[in-house]
């Protein structure tokens, strides 16, 4: 069954604005294009999801209450807009598809990569970065 282009989306995030080594958030997204190209991923524009500059790849998405699924304790604490919207999207089989230029972007926590690569593998999701498929399932 081929994807739809509502179930591929690509993701940035420049953690510094200091930073002139980090890849700006819009090369991100053009390698990102480009390898969603390259595996025949269906990406749309409006589907090259980032945060706001200098946001912390330790932050959580809103919501994550140490399972990996979203809560309903209302807790508030800084977390990542983009990246809640792509959890919720995988969570509901919205999102079938995460391209991200370095895996480094989704996480710099080692809790955080454990709940994502959980989430993805549960819910038949497959992550991509610059290099192609990346083998979640070990």
Avoid at 99 to 115: K, M, N
Avoid at 122 to 129: E, F, P, T, V
């Amino acid at each position: 069954i081929p994807l739809s282009p509502e179930e591929v989306v690509a993701y940035a995030r420049k953690s510094t604005r200091e930073d002139g080594s980090a890849k700006s958030i819009a090369d991100q997204h053009e390698v990102n294009q480009e390898t969603a190209g390259e595996f025949g991923l269906p990406l749309r524009n409006e589907n090259l999801l980032s945060e706001r500059e200098g946001m912390s790849g330790d932050l959580f998405w809103d919501g994550y209450a140490g399972t990996g699924l979203l809560d309903e304790s209302g807790a508030r604490r800084k977390t990542r807009p983009a990246l809640t919207q792509i959890v919720r999207g995988v969570q509901e089989g919205r999102i079938k598809r995460v391209v991200v230029w370095s895996l480094d972007r989704l996480w710099r926590d080692v809790t955080l990569c454990h709940a994502l690569l959980d989430l993805l593998a549960a819910k038949g999701c497959l992550l991509y970065d610059r290099t192609g498929p990346v083998n979640i399932t070990t």
